[in-house]
C-alpha cells in the first residue's frame, strides 16, 4: 500500500484491529513504515499507541498517546485513552476537561465515555468538574442527564445536578427535568418523580398545586407529567384560557371536536393521592356536544389495582353542570395514579365522529373523612 496514502492505511489497520485475530505486529510494522514518511500525522502515533498497549506495552502506549495529542488536541482515540487514563489513576478533573475536549470535537462519541461517568461523579472532585462544566452549557449537558436517567443507580446523580443547577445562571430547563421526572416514574420512585415536580415549580406555578395539578386550566402548563399533557390531539383542539374575570361560562380547558373519530386519550395528568376516600368532581359547559362513543374522566392506578374511578360527559348543550363521583385508594397496588380524560372508541371508524365543544372550567379532587 502506498504509504502516502495515510487515510487508507490509517482505515485498514483499524479495521484489522477490530479483528480479534488480527496480526498485531504486522499492524505495528506496516504503521511505523507510515509514519517515518508522515511525521506529523497524530492518527498514526495513535494507532502504534493502540497496539502496544494491546501488546501489553502500556507506558510505551501512553507516551505515544501523549505526542499524537500534541500533534492534535482533539486526536480521537487518543483522546479516549487518555480520559480512560485519568478516570483509573483519579484524576478526575482533568478527565472532565478532556471528556470537554473530546465531545465538543465528537459529539456523536458521548456514548463512548458514558461508562465512566458515575464514577466521576461519585468522587466530589469530579462531581464538581462536572457542575462546573454544565454551568457554563457544555454542549452534552442534555446528553449526559438524559443517560443518567436510563438506570436507577444513576438518576440521583441527574437529579442532584438539577438541583445545584437552580439558581445559577444556566437553570435547568423542562426537557432536562421532565427527563428526571419520567426516569423516576420508569423506575417505580414515584415519591421522588413527584419531589422533584414540586420543587421545578416557578413562584406562579406553586399556587396552583393541589391534589390535582392547575385545577382551573390556568394557561401556564409545561407539560411534565404531573402537569397537563395532550398525549393525542388527532380529532379535536385543547386550549387553555384564564379564568381569572372571565366572565359566565367562560375559561378554563376548551376541547372542541372537529367532525372526526376520536380514539384515545385526549388530556391527562399524573397525580399522586395517598390512601383514604376521595371525591372527585368536575364544572363543565357544553355546546351541540354529540358522543358516539363515551367520553369519560378515569382515574387509574399504575399498578395491579387498575381503575379505580370513572365519570361519564354527558351530551348536548349546558351550562356550569357539576359532574362528581366518589372513589377510594387503597393502602397497597397505587402508588401513584392517572388521571385521564379519553374515550370508548376502540378504533377510528368515521362511523363515530365526535361533534361539539365542551368547556372545563374547574377539576378537583378533595379528600374525603374516613
Known amino acids: 500500500m502506498d504509504p502516502f496514502n495515510v487515510d487508507a492505511l490509517i482505515a485498514e489497520i483499524t479495521s484489522d484491529l477490530n479483528d480479534t485475530n488480527s496480526d498485531l505486529d504486522a499492524s505495528l510494522t506496516r504503521a511505523k513504515g507510515a509514519l517515518a514518511v508522515n511525521l506529523g500525522d497524530a492518527r498514526l502515533y495513535s494507532v502504534i499507541g493502540e497496539i502496544k498497549y494491546r501488546q501489553g506495552e502500556k507506558e510505551e502506549a501512553y507516551q505515544l498517546f501523549d505526542q499524537a495529542r500534541k500533534l492534535s488536541k482533539t486526536e480521537i482515540h487518543a483522546l479516549q485513552r487518555s480520559i480512560s487514563r485519568k478516570i483509573e489513576t483519579g484524576d478526575l478533573p482533568k478527565a472532565v476537561g478532556e471528556i470537554d475536549i473530546l465531545l465538543r470535537r465528537w459529539p456523536d462519541q458521548f456514548s463512548a465515555i458514558a461508562e465512566g461517568m458515575p464514577t466521576i461523579l461519585a468522587n466530589p472532585d469530579g462531581y464538581q468538574a462536572v457542575l462546573t462544566a454544565v454551568r457554563a452549557q457544555a454542549p452534552w449537558r442534555a446528553s449526559l442527564i438524559y443517560a443518567l436517567t436510563r438506570t436507577p443507580e444513576?438518576?440521583?446523580?441527574?437529579?442532584?445536578?438539577?438541583l445545584d443547577l437552580t439558581g445559577s445562571s444556566a437553570p435547568p430547563n423542562s426537557g432536562e427535568v421532565t427527563a428526571v421526572i419520567r426516569g423516576y416514574i420508569r423506575q417505580k420512585k414515584y415519591g421522588s418523580a413527584y419531589r422533584l415536580f414540586l420543587f421545578s415549580l416557578s413562584e406562579q406555578e406553586r399556587k396552583l398545586v393541589g391534589y390535582i395539578f392547575n385545577s382551573t386550566f390556568e394557561p401556564v402548563t409545561g407539560a411534565k407529567p404531573f402537569d397537563w399533557q395532550i398525549p393525542d390531539?388527532?380529532?379535536?383542539?385543547?386550549?387553555f384560557a384564564t379564568s381569572q374575570g372571565a366572565g359566565e361560562g367562560e375559561g378554563g380547558a376548551t376541547v372542541r371536536f372537529l367532525n372526526t373519530p376520536v380514539k384515545n386519550a385526549a388530556?391527562?395528568?399524573?397525580?399522586q393521592l395517598p390512601p383514604g376516600l376521595y371525591k372527585i368532581?368536575?364544572?363543565?359547559?357544553?355546546?351541540n356536544l354529540k358522543l358516539p362513543k363515551e367520553l369519560f374522566w378515569s382515574v387509574r392506578c399504575l399498578g395491579p389495582a387498575g381503575e379505580i374511578a370513572r365519570f361519564n360527559i354527558p351530551e348536548g348543550t349546558y351550562n356550569r353542570q357539576t359532574l362528581s363521583q366518589d372513589f377510594s385508594v387503597g393502602p397497597i397496588a397505587c402508588p401513584l395514579q392517572l388521571l385521564r380524560l379519553q374515550t370508548a372508541a376502540i378504533a377510528e371508524s368515521w362511523r363515530f365522529r365526535y361533534v361539539g365543544t365542551l368547556v372545563m372550567h374547574k377539576f378537583n379532587i378533595e379528600r374525603l373523612p374516613s
Open 281 to 287: 368532581s368536575l364544572i363543565a359547559s357544553a355546546r
Open 154 to 162: 444513576r438518576i440521583d446523580f441527574a437529579n442532584r445536578l438539577l
Open 267 to 271: 388530556l391527562q395528568q399524573y397525580i
Open 233 to 239: 390531539p388527532s380529532g379535536l383542539e385543547i386550549t
